[in-house]
Protein backbone atom coordinates (compact mmCIF):
# COMPACT_ATOMS: atom_id res chain seq x y z
CA UNK A 1 0.00 0.00 0.00
CA UNK A 2 1.54 2.93 -1.12
CA UNK A 3 0.83 5.55 1.81
CA UNK A 4 0.70 9.65 0.84
CA UNK A 5 2.60 12.14 2.78
CA UNK A 6 -0.67 14.05 3.74
CA UNK A 7 -2.27 10.61 4.65
CA UNK A 8 0.80 9.44 7.18
CA UNK A 9 1.05 12.88 8.10
CA UNK A 10 -2.53 13.12 9.53
CA UNK A 11 -1.94 9.75 10.97
CA UNK A 12 0.85 11.20 12.96
CA UNK A 13 -1.16 14.32 13.75
CA UNK A 14 -3.66 11.55 15.12
CA UNK A 15 -1.54 10.02 17.01
CA UNK A 16 -1.10 13.68 19.16
CA UNK A 17 -4.95 13.74 19.25
CA UNK A 18 -4.97 16.96 16.58
CA UNK A 19 -6.95 16.98 13.23
CA UNK A 20 -5.56 17.93 10.16
CA UNK A 21 -7.46 20.75 8.17
CA UNK A 22 -6.56 19.17 5.07
CA UNK A 23 -8.36 21.78 2.44
CA UNK A 24 -8.22 25.50 3.98
CA UNK A 25 -10.56 26.65 1.32
CA UNK A 26 -13.61 24.91 2.37
CA UNK A 27 -15.46 27.62 5.06
CA UNK A 28 -16.29 24.22 7.41
CA UNK A 29 -12.80 22.84 7.44
CA UNK A 30 -11.66 26.69 8.17
CA UNK A 31 -14.00 27.09 10.95
CA UNK A 32 -12.58 23.83 12.34
CA UNK A 33 -9.41 25.36 11.98
CA UNK A 34 -10.19 28.35 14.08
CA UNK A 35 -12.05 26.37 16.73
CA UNK A 36 -9.06 23.78 17.02
CA UNK A 37 -6.55 26.48 16.86
CA UNK A 38 -8.50 28.44 20.21
CA UNK A 39 -9.39 25.01 22.04
CA UNK A 40 -7.08 24.53 24.52
CA UNK A 41 -8.99 21.34 25.77
CA UNK A 42 -6.89 19.52 23.44
CA UNK A 43 -3.51 18.36 24.20
CA UNK A 44 -1.82 20.96 21.76
CA UNK A 45 -2.58 24.44 20.84
CA UNK A 46 -2.69 24.48 17.11
CA UNK A 47 -0.45 27.75 15.33
CA UNK A 48 -0.55 26.88 11.97
CA UNK A 49 -2.02 23.48 10.41
CA UNK A 50 0.41 23.25 7.08
CA UNK A 51 3.22 22.63 8.03
CA UNK A 52 2.17 21.67 11.56
CA UNK A 53 2.94 24.28 14.41
CA UNK A 54 1.30 23.55 17.82
CA UNK A 55 2.23 24.81 21.35
CA UNK A 56 1.86 23.16 24.51
CA UNK A 57 -0.81 24.35 26.88
CA UNK A 58 1.00 25.75 30.08
CA UNK A 59 -0.94 23.46 32.36
CA UNK A 60 1.23 20.44 31.09
CA UNK A 61 4.24 22.04 32.47
CA UNK A 62 3.23 21.25 36.22
CA UNK A 63 5.27 18.11 34.93
CA UNK A 64 9.25 17.87 35.27
CA UNK A 65 9.60 16.46 31.95
CA UNK A 66 7.39 17.34 29.31
CA UNK A 67 5.88 14.01 27.38
CA UNK A 68 6.96 13.19 23.76
CA UNK A 69 2.99 13.78 22.67
CA UNK A 70 2.75 16.67 24.05
CA UNK A 71 5.76 18.79 23.23
CA UNK A 72 5.51 21.91 20.83
CA UNK A 73 6.43 21.24 17.37
CA UNK A 74 7.55 23.73 15.10
CA UNK A 75 9.18 23.17 11.43
CA UNK A 76 9.66 25.46 8.42
CA UNK A 77 8.63 22.90 6.05
CA UNK A 78 7.10 19.57 7.83
CA UNK A 79 9.04 16.28 8.30
CA UNK A 80 10.70 14.61 5.27
CA UNK A 81 9.44 11.97 3.19
CA UNK A 82 9.33 9.04 5.25
CA UNK A 83 11.35 7.08 2.99
CA UNK A 84 14.22 9.65 3.25
CA UNK A 85 14.49 9.00 7.15
CA UNK A 86 13.86 5.12 7.42
CA UNK A 87 16.25 3.32 9.41
CA UNK A 88 17.74 1.49 6.09
CA UNK A 89 17.85 4.46 3.95
CA UNK A 90 19.41 7.31 6.67
CA UNK A 91 22.81 8.20 6.93
CA UNK A 92 24.76 11.01 8.64
CA UNK A 93 27.62 12.83 6.35
CA UNK A 94 30.24 14.16 7.90
CA UNK A 95 32.56 16.67 5.56
CA UNK A 96 34.41 19.94 4.83
CA UNK A 97 37.04 20.40 7.12
CA UNK A 98 38.09 17.39 8.20
CA UNK A 99 40.25 14.26 7.21
CA UNK A 100 38.23 12.59 4.70
CA UNK A 101 34.66 11.66 4.73
CA UNK A 102 32.86 10.06 7.09
CA UNK A 103 29.32 7.77 6.85
CA UNK A 104 27.52 6.71 9.80
CA UNK A 105 24.45 4.94 10.00
CA UNK A 106 22.57 4.91 12.99
CA UNK A 107 24.06 1.67 14.03
CA UNK A 108 27.38 2.89 14.58
CA UNK A 109 25.84 6.14 16.15
CA UNK A 110 24.62 3.29 18.94
CA UNK A 111 27.68 1.60 19.50
CA UNK A 112 29.32 4.67 20.34
CA UNK A 113 29.30 6.42 24.21
CA UNK A 114 26.22 7.58 24.37
CA UNK A 115 25.18 10.73 26.77
CA UNK A 116 21.91 11.73 28.45
CA UNK A 117 20.74 15.77 29.12
CA UNK A 118 17.74 17.29 30.19
CA UNK A 119 17.48 20.52 28.38
CA UNK A 120 14.76 22.38 27.47
CA UNK A 121 14.37 23.50 23.53
CA UNK A 122 12.66 26.75 23.13
CA UNK A 123 11.31 28.08 19.91
CA UNK A 124 12.92 32.13 19.08
CA UNK A 125 9.57 32.97 18.67
CA UNK A 126 7.93 31.71 22.18
CA UNK A 127 5.53 34.73 22.83
CA UNK A 128 6.01 36.29 19.94
CA UNK A 129 2.60 37.52 20.26
CA UNK A 130 3.17 39.21 23.35
CA UNK A 131 5.46 42.08 21.53
CA UNK A 132 4.07 45.41 21.34
CA UNK A 133 3.95 47.02 18.46
CA UNK A 134 3.00 43.43 16.80
CA UNK A 135 4.93 41.40 14.87
CA UNK A 136 4.35 39.06 12.38
CA UNK A 137 5.08 35.75 12.23
CA UNK A 138 3.79 32.53 14.04
CA UNK A 139 1.89 33.94 17.19
CA UNK A 140 3.28 32.07 19.73
CA UNK A 141 2.02 32.32 23.20
CA UNK A 142 3.71 30.55 26.04
CA UNK A 143 3.72 26.99 25.24
CA UNK A 144 6.90 26.81 22.60
CA UNK A 145 8.71 25.48 24.93
CA UNK A 146 9.30 22.42 26.64
CA UNK A 147 11.67 19.99 28.60
CA UNK A 148 12.54 16.64 27.83
CA UNK A 149 15.68 14.10 28.08
CA UNK A 150 17.50 13.58 25.04
CA UNK A 151 19.72 10.72 24.34
CA UNK A 152 22.45 10.20 21.90
CA UNK A 153 26.38 10.92 21.03
CA UNK A 154 28.66 13.88 21.94
CA UNK A 155 28.79 15.66 18.51
CA UNK A 156 32.66 15.92 19.34
CA UNK A 157 32.88 12.48 19.18
CA UNK A 158 31.25 12.28 15.87
CA UNK A 159 33.63 15.21 14.96
CA UNK A 160 36.95 13.86 16.79
CA UNK A 161 35.78 10.69 14.69
CA UNK A 162 36.06 12.79 11.22
CA UNK A 163 39.19 15.02 12.59
CA UNK A 164 39.01 18.99 12.29
CA UNK A 165 41.28 20.78 10.54
CA UNK A 166 42.99 23.64 10.77
CA UNK A 167 40.80 26.68 9.90
CA UNK A 168 37.21 25.45 11.00
CA UNK A 169 35.50 27.76 13.17
CA UNK A 170 31.75 26.81 12.34
CA UNK A 171 29.50 23.68 12.01
CA UNK A 172 27.10 23.40 10.22
CA UNK A 173 23.80 21.19 10.09
CA UNK A 174 21.51 20.17 7.11
CA UNK A 175 18.36 17.91 7.74
CA UNK A 176 16.55 15.94 5.40
CA UNK A 177 13.60 18.19 4.98
CA UNK A 178 12.75 20.20 1.89
CA UNK A 179 10.43 23.20 1.19
CA UNK A 180 7.27 22.56 -1.10
CA UNK A 181 8.82 25.21 -3.67
CA UNK A 182 12.49 24.29 -4.99
CA UNK A 183 13.68 28.20 -4.76
CA UNK A 184 12.34 28.83 -0.79
CA UNK A 185 16.16 28.17 0.85
CA UNK A 186 16.31 24.88 2.80
CA UNK A 187 16.84 25.12 6.25
CA UNK A 188 20.66 25.04 6.89
CA UNK A 189 21.81 26.35 9.96
CA UNK A 190 25.67 26.49 11.45
CA UNK A 191 26.96 26.75 15.07
CA UNK A 192 30.22 27.98 16.42
CA UNK A 193 33.00 25.07 16.44
CA UNK A 194 33.15 25.98 20.51
CA UNK A 195 29.55 25.17 20.87
CA UNK A 196 29.72 22.13 18.44
CA UNK A 197 33.05 20.90 20.80
CA UNK A 198 31.07 21.65 23.80
CA UNK A 199 30.96 18.15 25.54
CA UNK A 200 27.07 19.02 26.14
CA UNK A 201 26.13 19.91 22.30
CA UNK A 202 24.87 16.08 21.37
CA UNK A 203 22.95 14.30 18.21
CA UNK A 204 20.20 13.02 20.05
CA UNK A 205 18.18 9.81 18.93
CA UNK A 206 15.92 9.62 21.82
CA UNK A 207 13.48 11.64 23.67
CA UNK A 208 12.43 10.81 27.04
CA UNK A 209 13.96 7.38 26.78
CA UNK A 210 11.84 6.73 23.40
CA UNK A 211 13.16 6.59 19.83
CA UNK A 212 12.57 10.31 18.38
CA UNK A 213 9.46 11.12 17.21
CA UNK A 214 9.10 12.05 13.46
CA UNK A 215 7.83 15.61 14.50
CA UNK A 216 10.94 16.05 16.63
CA UNK A 217 13.34 14.87 13.99
CA UNK A 218 13.53 11.40 14.03
CA UNK A 219 15.88 9.31 13.55
CA UNK A 220 18.52 12.04 14.83
CA UNK A 221 18.40 15.48 15.90
CA UNK A 222 21.26 18.12 17.43
CA UNK A 223 20.28 19.15 20.73
CA UNK A 224 22.42 22.47 21.83
CA UNK A 225 21.58 22.55 25.53
CA UNK A 226 21.05 26.64 26.74
CA UNK A 227 20.92 27.56 23.05
CA UNK A 228 17.86 28.26 21.23
CA UNK A 229 15.74 25.60 19.16
CA UNK A 230 16.22 27.19 16.11
CA UNK A 231 19.70 25.49 16.29
CA UNK A 232 18.44 21.70 16.90
CA UNK A 233 18.59 21.01 13.11
CA UNK A 234 15.96 17.90 13.05
CA UNK A 235 16.62 14.92 10.54
CA UNK A 236 20.60 15.43 10.21
CA UNK A 237 21.49 13.89 7.22
CA UNK A 238 24.59 16.55 6.95
CA UNK A 239 27.26 17.98 9.01
CA UNK A 240 30.09 20.26 7.42
CA UNK A 241 32.99 21.93 9.44
CA UNK A 242 33.80 24.99 7.94
CA UNK A 243 35.52 28.52 7.98
CA UNK A 244 32.59 30.63 7.92
CA UNK A 245 28.92 30.68 9.17
CA UNK A 246 26.34 28.95 6.81
CA UNK A 247 25.96 31.65 4.16
CA UNK A 248 22.10 30.60 3.85
CA UNK A 249 18.68 32.52 4.51
CA UNK A 250 18.05 30.98 7.87
CA UNK A 251 21.62 31.57 9.45
CA UNK A 252 22.61 35.58 7.49
CA UNK A 253 18.30 36.66 7.64
CA UNK A 254 16.35 34.98 9.85
CA UNK A 255 17.19 33.91 13.38
CA UNK A 256 19.31 37.23 14.21
CA UNK A 257 19.07 40.19 16.59
CA UNK A 258 19.67 44.10 16.42
CA UNK A 259 23.28 44.17 17.77
CA UNK A 260 22.00 47.26 19.49
CA UNK A 261 18.18 47.52 20.40
CA UNK A 262 15.81 49.46 18.07
CA UNK A 263 12.74 51.83 18.68
CA UNK A 264 9.71 49.60 18.91
CA UNK A 265 8.26 49.24 15.15
CA UNK A 266 11.35 49.73 13.60
CA UNK A 267 12.27 47.91 10.43
CA UNK A 268 15.38 45.23 10.17
CA UNK A 269 18.14 47.17 9.05
CA UNK A 270 21.96 47.67 10.47
CA UNK A 271 24.21 45.19 12.29
CA UNK A 272 22.54 42.09 13.89
CA UNK A 273 23.60 39.15 15.39
CA UNK A 274 22.57 35.19 15.35
CA UNK A 275 20.36 34.39 17.70
CA UNK A 276 22.39 32.11 19.92
CA UNK A 277 21.70 31.92 24.39
CA UNK A 278 18.32 31.28 25.65
CA UNK A 279 17.38 34.66 28.26
CA UNK A 280 16.63 34.08 31.87
CA UNK A 281 12.13 33.38 32.36
CA UNK A 282 9.42 31.59 34.12
CA UNK A 283 6.17 30.80 33.66
CA UNK A 284 2.98 30.39 35.67
CA UNK A 285 1.53 26.61 35.09
CA UNK A 286 -1.24 26.12 38.23
CA UNK A 287 -3.64 28.23 38.18
CA UNK A 288 -3.96 28.74 34.64
CA UNK A 289 -5.65 31.96 33.65
CA UNK A 290 -8.93 32.55 33.78
CA UNK A 291 -8.99 29.50 36.99
CA UNK A 292 -11.36 30.59 39.93
CA UNK A 293 -9.89 29.63 42.94
CA UNK A 294 -11.64 28.85 46.21
CA UNK A 295 -10.01 31.07 49.41
CA UNK A 296 -7.57 29.42 51.25
CA UNK A 297 -3.98 27.90 50.28
CA UNK A 298 -3.64 27.81 46.92
CA UNK A 299 -0.28 26.18 45.34
CA UNK A 300 1.22 28.55 42.95
CA UNK A 301 3.63 26.67 40.43
CA UNK A 302 5.58 27.04 37.86
CA UNK A 303 9.16 26.57 36.12
CA UNK A 304 11.76 28.40 35.12
CA UNK A 305 15.00 28.28 33.54
CA UNK A 306 17.82 30.25 32.08
CA UNK A 307 20.53 29.92 29.19
CA UNK A 308 23.85 28.84 30.11
CA UNK A 309 23.54 29.54 33.71
CA UNK A 310 21.20 28.35 36.75
CA UNK A 311 17.96 29.79 38.15
CA UNK A 312 18.90 30.93 41.51
CA UNK A 313 15.30 32.74 42.45
CA UNK A 314 12.14 32.96 40.98
CA UNK A 315 9.30 35.21 42.86
CA UNK A 316 6.06 36.30 42.54
CA UNK A 317 3.90 39.27 42.74
CA UNK A 318 0.24 40.10 43.07
CA UNK A 319 0.46 43.72 43.01
CA UNK A 320 1.81 44.48 39.93
CA UNK A 321 5.06 44.44 40.47
CA UNK A 322 5.55 46.50 43.72
CA UNK A 323 6.34 43.55 45.98
CA UNK A 324 7.80 40.04 45.30
CA UNK A 325 8.07 37.50 47.31
CA UNK A 326 10.31 34.45 46.70
CA UNK A 327 8.90 31.09 45.34
CA UNK A 328 10.70 27.67 46.37
CA UNK A 329 12.46 26.11 43.80
CA UNK A 330 11.63 22.52 44.50
CA UNK A 331 12.57 19.40 42.05
CA UNK A 332 15.23 18.39 40.09
CA UNK A 333 18.15 20.36 39.56
CA UNK A 334 20.06 19.70 36.08
CA UNK A 335 21.88 22.14 34.46
CA UNK A 336 20.27 23.01 31.13
CA UNK A 337 16.83 21.60 32.39
CA UNK A 338 13.87 23.61 33.89
CA UNK A 339 13.28 24.15 37.64
CA UNK A 340 10.20 23.82 38.85
CA UNK A 341 8.87 26.42 41.62
CA UNK A 342 5.99 26.72 44.04
CA UNK A 343 5.00 29.64 45.90
CA UNK A 344 1.82 28.48 48.90
CA UNK A 345 -0.94 31.71 48.67
CA UNK A 346 -3.38 32.47 50.94
CA UNK A 347 -5.75 34.79 49.42
CA UNK A 348 -8.59 36.20 51.87
CA UNK A 349 -10.38 38.29 50.10
CA UNK A 350 -12.34 37.43 46.92
CA UNK A 351 -11.81 39.28 43.87
CA UNK A 352 -9.74 39.47 40.63
CA UNK A 353 -5.88 38.86 41.16
CA UNK A 354 -3.48 38.82 38.64
CA UNK A 355 -0.37 36.59 39.72
CA UNK A 356 2.70 37.38 38.37
CA UNK A 357 6.25 35.77 38.39
CA UNK A 358 9.89 36.66 37.18
CA UNK A 359 13.25 34.73 37.59
CA UNK A 360 16.73 35.49 37.99
CA UNK A 361 19.77 33.28 37.24
CA UNK A 362 22.96 33.16 38.30
CA UNK A 363 24.70 36.43 36.83
CA UNK A 364 22.01 38.26 38.02
CA UNK A 365 20.24 38.66 35.01
CA UNK A 366 16.21 39.20 36.08
CA UNK A 367 13.22 39.13 33.89
CA UNK A 368 12.32 42.28 32.61
CA UNK A 369 8.39 43.64 33.00
CA UNK A 370 8.63 43.72 29.13
CA UNK A 371 11.36 42.30 26.96
CA UNK A 372 13.38 44.89 24.20
CA UNK A 373 11.06 45.05 20.89
CA UNK A 374 13.12 43.30 17.87
CA UNK A 375 11.73 42.87 14.42
CA UNK A 376 11.35 39.25 14.82
CA UNK A 377 9.74 39.27 18.00
CA UNK A 378 12.19 36.72 19.58
CA UNK A 379 13.34 36.34 22.75
CA UNK A 380 10.00 37.38 24.74
CA UNK A 381 11.02 36.68 28.43
CA UNK A 382 8.78 39.50 30.32
CA UNK A 383 7.10 38.22 33.17
CA UNK A 384 4.39 35.97 32.97
CA UNK A 385 1.07 36.88 34.31
CA UNK A 386 -2.17 34.73 34.70
CA UNK A 387 -5.46 36.40 35.94
CA UNK A 388 -7.63 33.94 38.55
CA UNK A 389 -11.05 34.86 40.30
CA UNK A 390 -11.13 34.14 44.12
CA UNK A 391 -14.32 32.81 45.28
CA UNK A 392 -14.89 32.70 49.33
N1 LIG B 1 15.45 20.29 9.84
C1 LIG B 1 14.83 21.22 10.55
N2 LIG B 1 15.14 21.35 11.86
C2 LIG B 1 14.50 22.28 12.63
C3 LIG B 1 13.54 23.15 12.07
C4 LIG B 1 13.23 22.99 10.68
O1 LIG B 1 12.39 23.70 10.10
N3 LIG B 1 13.90 22.03 9.96
N4 LIG B 1 12.94 24.10 12.86
C5 LIG B 1 13.68 24.51 14.05
C6 LIG B 1 12.90 25.33 14.95
S1 LIG B 1 12.65 26.93 14.46
C7 LIG B 1 12.45 24.88 16.18
S2 LIG B 1 11.66 25.93 17.26
C8 LIG B 1 12.67 23.47 16.60
C9 LIG B 1 11.38 22.83 17.09
O2 LIG B 1 11.64 21.55 17.59
P1 LIG B 1 10.44 20.60 18.01
O3 LIG B 1 9.46 20.53 16.87
O4 LIG B 1 11.03 19.26 18.35
O5 LIG B 1 9.79 21.21 19.23
O6 LIG B 1 13.21 22.68 15.56
C10 LIG B 1 14.25 23.32 14.83
N5 LIG B 1 14.86 22.37 13.92
MO1 LIG C 1 11.71 28.05 16.24
Known amino acids: ?100 SHEFTLTDLRQMEAVTITAVVQCSGNGRAFHRPKVPGVQWERGA ?41 LFTRSIPLKKALHPDTILAYEMNGRPLPILHGAPLRVITPGWMADSCTKWLTEITVQADESTGYY ?4 YRLPTTPVEPGASASGQSTPVEAMVVKSLIAAPQEDETVKSGPVAIQGMAWSGEAKVVKVEVSLDEGKTWESARLIGEDHPYAWRQWQ ?19 VRGETQPATSPWNPSGFL ?7 SVTVAL
Do not use: Y
Not at 11 to 23: D, E, K, P, T
Not at 380 to 386: A, E, K, L, S
Open 1 to 100: MIISRRSLFSRILQGLGVSLIVNQHLPVAQAAGEESARDESGPLIVRVTRPFDAETPVREFTSFLTPNHRFFVRSHFGPPPPEAVSEANWKLRVGGLVEG
Open 145 to 185: VGNAQWTGVRLRDVLGTAAVQAGARHVQFQGADRPVVASVP
Open 251 to 254: MQTA
Open 343 to 361: LVWNPRTAGTFTILCRATD
Open 380 to 386: WNGWDRV
